[in-house]
């Protein structure tokens, strides 16, 4: 059974994010794999500070609820990470897993000496993100670093699902298709995976 680990990166417990990756985990489930979930504000994590403690061993010397999520990311064959858009990129929640997880970037570039662009990425990742505005160039900067966040992982970025002119939670509500798309994906990536 494969192992998909679902991040929920909006501040709103019942946010459109939060609405859209309920759906993806649910169709995972439904295809077979075993979805562990994650909400980033329910937990106590530090920004990275830079400290480098992890060029000695590739994990974060940092002690919060960092330890435990980067064991789950090592552990999972799939990623689904949901984030809203504040200023052209992912929140604050968000952001500082993704700064965390500079000990991994430091564990397989500087430890094991990885090659850039020598390695196979086996496993997936789905991004999900809505934006109030819609705006031509919304989802711009996220997609960079949303990317390069998978990259990190050993992951890549296998579907990106992005939805304009959401802003009030349960805006999404209003339009069915968009959580049937969600669905349908999470189920997609299960399928994907388990094909592996």
């Known amino acids: 059974m494969k192992r998909i680990l679902g991040i929920y990166g909006s501040p709103r417990r019942k946010g459109n994010t939060t609405l859209l990756l309920q759906k ?10 075993k979805v562990e979930e994650i909400v980033l504000r329910d937990l106590k994590m530090s ?21 435990r999520v980067y064991d789950q990311l090592l552990r999972c064959d799939g990623l689904m990470l949901a984030s809203p858009i504040f200023f052209y990129t ?12 500079q000990s991994l970037w430091v564990k397989r570039y ?3 000496k990885t090659p850039f662009g020598k390695r196979e990425l086996t496993k997936k990742g789905l991004f999900i993100s809505v934006g109030a505005t819609k705006g031509k160039r919304l989802f711009e900067g996220v997609g960079l670093t949303v990317r390069y966040f ?10 990106s699902l992005l939805y304009r002119g959401l802003d009030f939670e349960g805006d999404v509500l209003k339009h069915p298709d968009y959580l049937e798309e969600a669905y349908n994906s999470g189920k997609a990536m299960a399928q994907t995976l388990a094909s592996k």
Do not use: N
């Open 24 to 33: 993806a985990a649910q169709g995972a489930r439904d295809a077979g794999a």
């Open 47 to 67: 920004p990275c500070l830079e400290i480098y403690g992890c060029k000695e061993t590739g994990r974060c010397v940092i002690k919060d609820d960092f330890q």
């Open 90 to 101: 992912v929140s604050a929640h968000t952001k500082i897993l993704m700064d965390r997880c």
């Open 110 to 112: 500087w430890l094991e």
């Open 150 to 159: 998978f990259d990190a992982l050993d992951m890549e970025l296998w579907r």
